[in-house]
Structures are given as C-alpha cells and as structure tokens.
C-alpha cells in the first residue's frame, strides 16, 4: 500500500502540494482530477522522488520512502510515466523498452557480456512493444516517431518496469482520438490483474468516470475531495474547483 | 567469431569497413612496409593514441561527460612506468618487468581513485561544471608534477633504461627483413601494437554490453534513466574509472616506446584538445570513430609540414601561394582541414560514412 502523509512541498513561500493525506490500495485504480496548477504532477512527483518534499511522509508498504532517490524507489516498484514525453530519444524503440526491462534483470553493471546475447530481455522489451502496437516500429529511433506512437512507448516503458504501482500522468494526452483506446485498454487490463495500484492524473472526465474506483480531487495543493465517482463529478466542490480554475486563469 | 571480437559493433559501411582493416593492416605491417624510426616512432604514437582517444569517446561519446582531465590519467599510466623504472632500474638481461608491472599497477590505483574521487564528488553537477572542476583538477596535477622533481623530474621529465629486449641494441637475429632490422625496437612496437588492439576490443565490448546501454541511456536522458532505476552517479563514475584505467595504460604505453616521459608529451593541455578533436572529428560515440580521428590527426602532425614543404617546392616562384604553402603554415592548414571537417561532417566521419551506406 502506497501512503502520503502531510505531504507537502513549498517553492518559496507558494505550497504546491500542501499536506495532502492519503493511501492508495492494491487493486484500485485512483484518478487525481483538478485545475491545471493543482498540483497533481507536483504530487506525482514527490511520490515517485522526483522532487523532495518539503514536509510530511511517503510509505511504501509500511516503509518510510521518503528519504530514498528516484531510482531507489523506482527498483522498490514505484513505475512512472511522464506527461511529457521523456524518452531515450536517439535510441530505437526496442532500447527503450529493453533498457526499462533491463533494470529488473539487474544486469545494468554487466560490462563484459554483449548487450545482443541477452535474448530474454529484447524479447521481453518486444512483448511489451506489442502490447502498445510499436511492434512495426521496434528498430525506429525514438525520436523520429510520430507523437502518439511516443506517448505509447511512454507506456510501454512504464510497463517494461513491472511496477506494483503504475503512476499515469495524462498518459492520452496529445493523442488522437482513435489511438486513444489503446492506451486505455492498457490501463483496464492492469486494473483487471487485480493486485496492481494505479494512480492515473487525467483530465478527460468520460476518462476518468469509466476506469477510476476512486476519484481525489486536488485544489491549490490541497486535497479538497475524496470519493467514488458517481458523489465526486457531480459534486459542488468539484465543479467549483474546475470552475474558479478556469475563471483564475 | 569476428562478431563476437567486435561485439555485434560492426562498421556498417563499405568504406568505414575498409578504414578500419587498412589501419589494423597497416599498423600490422609498418615497420617493415615503411621501415626507419620516424615512421615506426608515428605508427606508435597512432596505436598509443587510438587507445587515449577511444577512452575518451566512452566518456563524451558514449556518456555524455565533458572531461578535461583525460590527459591528466595518461600522464599518471607513462609516470607510473618512468618512476618504477627509474627509481627501480633494470637489473640484469631479464629485468625491469618488475618495475614495469609495479608501475602499472600504481598507476592503475591512482588513476582509478582518483577518477572515482572526482565523480563521487562532482558528477552530480551540471556538465559545464564538471567540465571545470576536471580542468582545475588536470591543471593542478600538471604544475604538482613540474614542481615534485625529485619524483618526476620537473620540466625535464624522467629518462630511463627499458628492459634489454625493448632496447635497439637488442637483437633478435643479425639480418633484417624487408629492409627493418630484427632488434628489441620491433618488440616493442608489437607490444604495443598487441595492447593497444586488445583495450580497442575491450572497450567495444564494453560500450555494447548492458552496461554500455546504460551509459547510452544516461547521454540520452539522465532523468529518465534515474526515473527507471538506474542510479547514473554510479554509472557515470564507473565510466569515468574505465575511461582513466584504459588512458592510464595509454599513458604506460607511449612510457614503454618513447622512454622517457615529460609533461610536454604526457600532461599538456594541447594532448587535450588532440584527443577532443580525434574523438569529434571520427565521430563520438562509436569508438572507430576515436581510431580514425587518431589516425589523421597524429598523421597530419607528423607529415604535413613534409607535404607543405613538397607544395612550397612545387609552387616556388607563385608570389602569394608560395608563401601560403610554406610549411611553417603547417598549424593554418590544420586549422582549416579541421574546421572543414566538423562543417561537413558534423557527426563526424564515421557519423558520414554510415549515413551514406
């Protein structure tokens, strides 16, 4: 189980995550929803360690993580995927992946082998290239793809870490609408597995309302909402919110 | 076979392909196909520094590092062999290996800690400000060498007596081959030959291994790389312990032909900015690109004036020409071949070569 407590980071004198309390279950798929500045990838990134927090505590299964650096808790089965694309951009895409795949194997400080003698992993990095449909697209340099097909091997690197925790962060974002639907069925068939947490940051309501057991509402850096879908779209606080987001901005 | 001895890197292009075999070819042979020290002494230097500039690209090319202290480690692999060999000298027809080996393994030791002494400390930094802290750290190993010279010899360096079999007077059989005599010269050239084939492999082993696409990953995109789990301060200075052992046996290298060592041959600034220009002016990140640009460039620096000279005769009498062909003007027209290069090329030659295909 993955737990904030009083999480809080401050830039200045401005908290853009202030002590924001929660837990998130195994088996539940948790959309964080607000304005844009809320805070979502503010929160995500404290999480994942991408930034320090200012105050307040991050768990893991019970461990305090806070202390630990990005890629401690990425190896400890923390799996982002970034709302920017944020890749390997001269490398294929089968390097990504097979990179992504590599640091479960623990084979990283293996100098003295070839990296083409491991079949096991590009053949793992392929399986998951084809469950984004990149396969045709394997010996293409990452950053020659198209953006949509680059948002899909986002997901697909996300995948290849074998995470217990899948952190999506606008994972459709700049897609076009009919490749949409395989980034979500992607996350629906993590969700199906059953044992896996998923925290998915999505501004698409009809998104959000269709795979979210949970919805948490972020408001200036503050937790403001937190409940199943059907009470939080339709709630006051919510529209209020997105409302006087939009009319601030 | 020849896959696995380049580690599935193949050259990808026809005539990188037939580079890369003229310069093994080449160095294989040149002390009989071109026999005399000057060109045995070039075809030396050209192993020693395809080693040096290869070490190199695994740091720019290969990782991403800035780091103007690559010479700084050469300099500690030829000191480690001119101070064994001086302090320890050569007892005997059999011996000096002792010193040799001792040498190289202090210098091995020091180059390797204090790479990773700089790392640990400072490659968390930004580039720009690694780059500077190594510039500070090579220039104050330069003037700490020049300045201990009861240990290094100071500006004058250290000379030394090799082991009997490297020395000219050393002598294999009384005839000669191909018109190169068979003494202890020619067994040190294939020592240094064989050494220098051997760490080329090793690093083209190493750069495609699990590891190397870790280095790769971390050029690419440190973020990310720490985002999936790689910790990139401990690849980085594992890279940078790599790249100083293998200068530091480049370093031991040119001890063990030229014996002697100075800071002009083996600490300066201008080694530097030759290893930086091999590297971009081959093509970083592709270690044949190191040997190539090694290849020229220790070329241009030994012959140029002779060809400029063979101009100069050519043109005596031209007014303006003559003058721009005088082989004092060596330095200009390097300048221009290599702005020339980078303008052209800007992935370098073998970045050139492969896109053609």
């Given at each position: 189980m993955l737990e904030t407590q009083d999480l809080t980071i401050r830039f200045g004198g401005h908290a853009a995550v202030n002590g924001v309390t929660c837990a998130f279950r195994p088996g539940?798929?948790?959309?964080?929803?607000?304005?844009?500045?809320?805070?979502?990838?503010?929160?995500?990134?404290?999480?994942?360690?991408?930034?320090?927090?200012?105050?307040?505590?991050?768990?893991?299964?019970?461990?305090?993580?806070?202390?630990?650096?990005?890629?401690?808790?990425?190896?400890?089965?923390?799996?982002?995927?970034?709302?920017l694309t944020n890749l390997f951009p001269d490398l294929t895409t089968l390097e990504n992946v097979r990179l992504a795949v590599q640091v479960k194997s623990g084979k990283g400080l293996d100098m003295f082998s070839r990296a083409s003698t491991h079949r096991e992993l590009t053949d793992r990095a392929r399986e998951h290239l084809a469950a984004v449909s990149l396969t045709d697209r394997a010996d293409t340099v990452a950053a020659t793809l198209p953006h949509g097909d680059q948002r899909k091997l986002e997901v697909a690197i996300l995948l290849a870490l074998e995470p217990d925790i899948f952190m999506f962060d606008e994972p459709?974002?700049?897609?076009?609408?009919?490749?949409?639907?395989?980034?979500?069925?992607?996350?629906?068939?993590?969700?199906?597995?059953?044992?896996?947490?998923?925290?998915?940051?999505?501004?698409?309501?009809?998104?959000?309302?269709?795979?979210?057991?949970?919805?948490?509402?972020?408001?200036?850096?503050?937790?403001?909402?937190?409940?199943?879908?059907?009470e939080i779209i339709n709630s006051d606080i919510v529209r209020e919110a997105y409302l006087g987001g939009a009319a601030d901005a | 076979?020849?896959?696995?001895?380049?580690?599935?890197?193949?050259?990808?292009?026809?005539?990188?392909?037939?580079?890369?075999?003229?310069?093994?070819?080449?160095?294989?042979?040149?002390?009989f196909a071109f026999p005399g020290a000057k060109s045995l002494n070039v075809a030396a230097k050209i192993c020693v520094f395809i080693v040096l500039a290869a070490s190199f690209d695994l740091l720019l090319g290969y990782t991403g590092i800035v780091s103007f202290a690559h010479t700084m480690f050469f300099g500690i692999g030829a000191y480690g062999i001119a101070i064994a060999l001086t302090?320890?000298?050569?007892?005997?027809?059999?011996?000096?290996?002792?010193?040799?080996?001792?040498?190289?393994?202090?210098?091995?030791?020091?180059?390797?800690?204090?790479?990773?002494?700089?790392?640990?400390?400072?490659?968390?930094?930004?580039?720009?400000?690694?780059?500077?802290?190594?510039?500070?750290?090579?220039?104050?190993?330069?003037?700490?060498?020049?300045?201990?010279?009861?240990?290094?010899?100071?500006?004058?360096?250290?000379?030394?007596?090799?082991?009997?079999?490297l020395r000219p007077s050393f002598s294999l059989s009384d005839g000669t081959l191909f018109g190169a005599s068979l003494n202890g010269r020619l067994l040190d050239y294939y020592l240094v030959y064989a050494v220098s084939l051997v760490l080329v492999l090793g690093l083209l082993r190493i750069v495609n291994s699990p590891f190397?696409?870790?280095?790769?990953?971390?050029?690419?995109?440190?973020?990310?790389?720490?985002?999936?789990?790689?910790?990139?301060?401990?690849?980085?200075?594992?890279?940078?312990?790599?790249?100083?052992?293998?200068?530091?046996?480049?370093?031991?290298?040119?001890?063990?032909?030229?014996s002697q060592a100075s800071p002009d041959t083996t600490l300066s600034f201008d080694i530097m900015v030759d290893i930086?220009?091999?590297?971009?002016?081959?093509?970083?990140?592709?270690?044949?690109?190191?040997?190539?640009?090694?290849?020229?460039?220790?070329?241009?620096?030994?012959?140029?004036?002779?060809?400029?000279?063979?101009?100069?005769?050519?043109?005596?009498?031209?007014?303006?020409?003559?003058?721009?062909?005088?082989?004092?003007?060596?330095?200009?027209?390097?300048?221009?071949?290599?702005?020339?290069?980078?303008?052209?090329?800007?992935?370098?030659?073998?970045?050139?070569?492969?896109?053609?295909?």
């Open positions: 539940t798929l948790t959309s964080i929803v607000g304005p844009n500045g809320a805070g979502k990838t503010t929160y995500f990134n404290l999480i994942s360690g991408q930034l320090p927090a200012t105050a307040g505590t991050v768990r893991l299964n019970g461990h305090d993580i806070t202390g630990y650096s990005a890629p401690h808790r990425a190896r400890l089965g923390l799996g982002r995927a970034f709302q459709t974002a700049g897609m076009s609408i009919d490749e949409v639907p395989t980034v979500l069925d992607i996350i629906a068939a993590i969700k199906k597995r059953g044992d896996k947490t998923i925290l998915l940051v999505e501004h698409k309501m009809d998104v959000v309302r269709s795979l979210s057991d949970r919805i948490v509402v972020l408001h200036q850096g503050k937790l403001v909402a937190d409940g199943n879908p059907g | 076979m020849l896959r696995s001895l380049l580690s599935d890197d193949l050259p990808r292009s026809r005539w990188l392909s037939l580079a890369l075999l003229a310069i093994v070819i080449g160095l294989a042979v040149a002390p302090r320890m000298g050569v007892k005997g027809p059999g011996g000096g290996w002792e010193a040799i080996a001792i040498g190289v393994a202090a210098a091995l030791v020091v180059a390797v800690a204090l790479a990773a002494l700089i790392g640990l400390f400072s490659l968390r930094v930004r580039t720009i400000f690694f780059a500077m802290i190594t510039l500070a750290v090579a220039s104050a190993f330069a003037i700490l060498a020049s300045q201990l010279s009861d240990l290094t010899g100071g500006e004058d360096g250290l000379n030394y007596r090799l082991p009997a079999v190397g696409s870790v280095l790769m990953a971390i050029r690419e995109n440190p973020f990310r790389a720490e985002a999936i789990g790689y910790r990139t301060v401990v690849y980085r200075t594992l890279a940078s312990c790599i790249a100083a052992a293998v200068a530091a046996l480049a370093g031991a290298l040119l001890a063990l032909w030229s930086l220009l091999m590297v971009v002016i081959g093509g970083m990140g592709t270690i044949y690109g190191a040997a190539l640009g090694a290849v020229l460039l220790v070329f241009a620096q030994n012959y140029l004036q002779d060809l400029l000279a063979v101009l100069n005769k050519a043109m005596a009498g031209v007014p303006v020409l003559a003058n721009l062909f005088h082989p004092d003007r060596w330095l200009l027209w390097l300048g221009v071949a290599f702005i020339l290069c980078v303008y052209f090329f800007p992935t370098g030659i073998v970045g050139r070569l492969r896109q053609k295909r």
